[in-house]
């Protein structure tokens, strides 16, 4: 069973498309998060949600738009796409901040990302 | 600022070599998470380790094995007895208490030549 999974693997679009990325866990963790990494492998977060809540938003362009229906689900849209979004998306789950016990650096556990071309 | 730094961006090695990762952080909290991830170039982020900053022992599993040194804030990688498996990118990454994220150091791209 696949524990974070995340859909499509690979997506290439035109510039100034919508599209969005999809983002599942099945681990029953709190916390979803988004992270960049770059054409020189840079690993870099976007949004954490806690409880379907934005926790973290970490400068990043207003047409990037995480929305978590539930705790299970983080998708991420992005508008008008540019060259520069180019890259690939990770999602990644945790049980940071979880429950009472409010556990903090817990392991975050990564989908298989989704790569993005923008043309 | 980097918060990890990863000062070796690429190491090559004959099989059977051993080879160390080297992680230098930073941090002014006195709570936080080391962790370590493998990057195949099949492209998914494996999780190796997680360490917190009360723990010092070091961990060995398997060809892997971890040295933690708060006295000067490295949390390093050693693989050893290396295999043409070994071969991928490897991410050192620091929690700070209660942040939500982790922040990753640039990589080391391992090559293991046979």
């Known amino acids: 069973d696949t524990a974070v999974s995340q859909t499509p693997k690979y997506l290439v679009t035109q510039m100034g498309n919508d599209k969005s990325i999809k983002c599942e866990q099945n681990?029953?963790?709190?916390?979803m998060y988004w992270y960049k990494q770059d054409s020189k492998k840079f690993l870099k977060i976007m949004f954490s949600?806690?409880?379907?809540?934005?926790?973290i938003n970490e400068t990043v362009p207003n047409r990037f738009s995480p929305k978590s229906p539930d705790k299970a689900h983080l998708n991420l849209h992005i508008n008008s796409l540019e060259l520069g979004d180019s890259a690939v998306y990770f999602c990644?789950?945790?049980?940071?901040?979880?429950?009472?016990?409010?556990?903090?650096?817990?392991?975050?556990?990564f989908g298989p990302g989704t790569r993005l071309t923008v043309l | 600022a980097q918060k990890v730094t990863q000062a070796q961006t690429e190491i090559s090695v004959v099989e059977k070599e051993d080879v160390t990762l080297d992680c230098v952080y930073e941090t002014r909290d006195t709570t936080y998470y080391l962790f370590w991830y493998k990057q195949p170039p099949s492209g998914e982020l494996v999780f190796l380790i997680r360490r917190n900053s009360f723990d010092e022992q070091n961990e060995i599993s398997g060809r892997y094995s971890w040295n933690f040194q708060k006295s000067t804030s490295s949390f390093n990688f050693t693989i050893t007895a290396s295999q043409v498996v070994d071969s991928a990118v490897y991410f050192c990454?620091?929690?700070?208490?209660?942040?939500?994220?982790?922040?990753f150091g640039a990589g080391t791209t391992v090559t293991v030549r046979a």
């Open positions: 949600y806690n409880n379907k809540e934005l926790i």
């Open positions: 990644a789950s945790s049980q940071e901040g979880g429950g009472l016990a409010q556990i903090h650096g817990d392991t975050q556990y």
């Open positions: 681990l029953g963790h709190d916390t």
């Open positions: 990454a620091l929690s700070e208490d209660g942040d939500y994220k982790l922040s």
